[in-house]
């Protein structure tokens, strides 16, 4: 596997479906999913031209952050956060796209608010109600919003999911629609404040064209960049 051949490739196949559905890719930012990785193989990747990194474990994202892994590029963490430690992130990630539950959020915003921040957040969507996945399920996320715009120290950038496995790009076109559309109500029904909640942020290996096709503008990218990884065991 040859890092900077793939990402060049994914960055060139974004641009063409981006263009084939109308849209500018340059709305489109591409997060190197770099769960399992090394410090080096991050350096590397930063080095080929990944400007953020999302990272699923608090762990791995605290070791590559100790060791200036990160150097040159943005932190996002991606992976599903536990309220203990929400407080090891603080000024360390740029934005927390899995933000799961209210008992989170507020979790976040007390940590932000000691820490002298305003983290940015992404709500994670639960669309399809998948009992093994983290997230807010369809009525639930107004609610969640509406307690994100109260919450002084997080602000609420837009949505997240992660939609269920899909064998060919164009299987969760219908998934994507509908976020989409939800992303869009929530946009308009938060009207003036000081959220700007237009980050959409779905898509993978897998299936990122059929989410460039519905409007993501964030798409979290690990296989198609640094290839197969070796199966993960311990827990986060
Ligand atoms: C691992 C991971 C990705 C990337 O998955 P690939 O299929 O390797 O592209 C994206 N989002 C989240 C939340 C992940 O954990």
Redesign the pocket.
């Known amino acids: 596997m040859n890092l900077s051949t793939n990402l060049a490739a994914v960055v060139e196949n974004i641009r063409r479906c981006a263009l084939q559905a109308g849209r500018d890719p340059e709305e489109i930012t591409l997060?190197a999913?770099t769960?399992t990785q090394s410090d080096d193989t991050i350096r590397q990747a930063i080095a080929a031209g990944v400007t953020v990194c999302?990272e699923?474990r608090v762990q791995e994202l605290l070791a590559h952050w100790e060791a200036g892994a990160y150097a040159g590029a943005q932190v996002h963490f991606?992976?599903h956060l536990q309220t203990n430690k929400v407080k090891y992130l603080m000024g360390k990630v740029d934005l927390i796209?899995?933000v799961s539950s209210q008992k989170l959020l507020v979790e976040i915003d007390k940590q932000a608010g000691k820490a002298g921040l305003c983290q940015d957040i992404l709500l994670e969507v639960n669309l399809a109600q998948e009992p093994s996945k983290s997230g807010f399920f369809l009525p639930e996320v107004w609610p969640a919003a509406q307690l994100a715009a109260q919450l002084p120290h997080v602000r609420l950038r837009g949505l997240?999911c992660?939609p269920p496995v899909a064998h060919d790009s164009s299987e969760n076109l219908p998934f994507f629609h509908k976020m989409k559309a939800l992303a869009v109500d929530i946009e308009g029904k938060m009207g003036d404040n000081k959220a700007d909640p237009t980050i959409l942020s779905m898509g993978?290996?897998?299936d990122?064209p059929a989410a460039i096709a519905a409007g993501a503008t964030h798409i979290?990218?690990?296989?198609?960049?640094?290839g197969p990884?070796a199966p993960i065991s311990t827990p986060s």
């Open positions: 997060v999913a769960k999302g699923n991606i992976g796209h899995s997240m992660i993978m290996s897998n990122y979290r990218l690990g296989t198609a960049i640094f990884r």
